[in-house]
């Protein structure tokens, strides 16, 4: 598998390229399910969560459709996107760039999970203002 801490301009590429193997080696371990829990006791029964940076799935938006609520998932790779729809079809599966995203819609939590080392590398101010007005719209972001 192509190394994941390729350049910005590269990043999307392995992503796409590497989808199902990424997926299949993603830890389903869940080592992140006591900080998930603790975001989630803050937002209401069936909040609404968008999940930037999404890939696949799992084990994050995984965890969150299990505990009941509503989630966005949103992704740059499409085939990272195509493993989320198999899985759950009826989900809210986005393919955008999070750089450049701009939702009309309200969320109850934003979760990011493992996604600004991607984002850190590309030092862009025009996505730093889009994030900012969804943090706004968001009563946790993670």
Same mark, same amino acid.
């Given at each position: 598998? &192509?190394? $994941?801490?390729?350049?910005? *301009?590269? +990043?999307? &590429?392995? !992503?796409?390229?590497?989808? %199902? %193997? !990424? &997926?299949?080696?993603?830890?389903?371990?869940?080592?992140?399910?006591?900080?998930l829990a603790?975001?989630?006791?803050?937002?209401? +029964?069936?909040?609404?969560?968008? *999940?930037?940076?999404?890939?696949?799935?799992?084990?994050?938006?995984?965890?969150? $459709?299990?505990? /009941?609520?509503?989630? +966005?998932?949103?992704?740059? %790779?499409?085939?990272?996107?195509? $493993?989320?729809?198999?899985?759950?079809?009826? /989900?809210?599966?986005?393919?955008? *760039?999070?750089?450049?995203? &701009?939702?009309?819609?309200? !969320? *109850? /939590?934003?979760?990011?999970?493992d996604i600004?080392?991607?984002? #850190?590398?590309?030092?862009? #101010?025009?996505?730093?203002?889009?994030?900012?007005?969804?943090?706004?719209?968001?009563?946790?972001?993670?």
């Amino acid at each position: 598998m &192509d190394r $994941i801490n390729a350049s910005p *301009d590269q +990043t999307r &590429d392995v !992503y796409e390229r590497q989808a %199902a %193997a !990424y &997926d299949a080696k993603r830890s389903r371990a869940l080592f992140e399910a006591r900080w998930l829990a603790r975001f989630s006791a803050c937002l209401p +029964t069936g909040a609404r969560v968008l *999940d930037l940076g999404c890939g696949a799935g799992e084990p994050i938006a995984r965890w969150f $459709i299990a505990e /009941g609520f509503r989630v +966005t998932g949103v992704d740059f %790779a499409e085939p990272m996107l195509a $493993i989320a729809r198999a899985r759950w079809p009826d /989900g809210d599966w986005r393919h955008a *760039d999070m750089k450049q995203l &701009d939702l009309a819609e309200t !969320y *109850d /939590g934003i979760i990011a999970w493992d996604i600004f080392s991607i984002c #850190a590398r590309t030092n862009n #101010a025009h996505a730093s203002r889009i994030w900012h007005g969804t943090w706004n719209r968001a009563d946790r972001f993670c």
